[in-house]
């Protein structure tokens, strides 16, 4: 898997391309707590080019989350993929986790 990164203004953009699996989990784990060092807690990722995703991902997800939580913060997804919304509806995580269909609508969701 690939990340990327960009900022719209005081948002972190996680741009994933891949498949965001046990071995990728890892590597977005890293730069989420990378991330939450340099005391950055809006975050955004950006999944349009992921086209799985498996329990480790998710759990990757949610563990992100509850970090930026803890600290005032928040993470959104955005840009999923039908196979891949279907498993966030299947977990229920689309409860959990704010999900917009571009990074624009999400950037602007943040207080």
Known sequence: M????????DKDVLVLKGRLEIASAK???SRVSNLIQ???FKLIVDMTDVDFID???LGTLVSALRAVNEKNGDLKVVG?????????????LHRILGIFDDVEAAAKSFP
């Open 2 to 9: 690939e990340i990327a990164d960009r900022r719209i203004e």
């Open 27 to 29: 590597k977005l784990k």
């Open 38 to 40: 340099e005391n950055r």
């Open 55 to 57: 329990s480790s991902g």
């Open 80 to 92: 999923l993929q039908q196979q891949v919304r279907s498993v966030f509806e299947l977990t229920r």
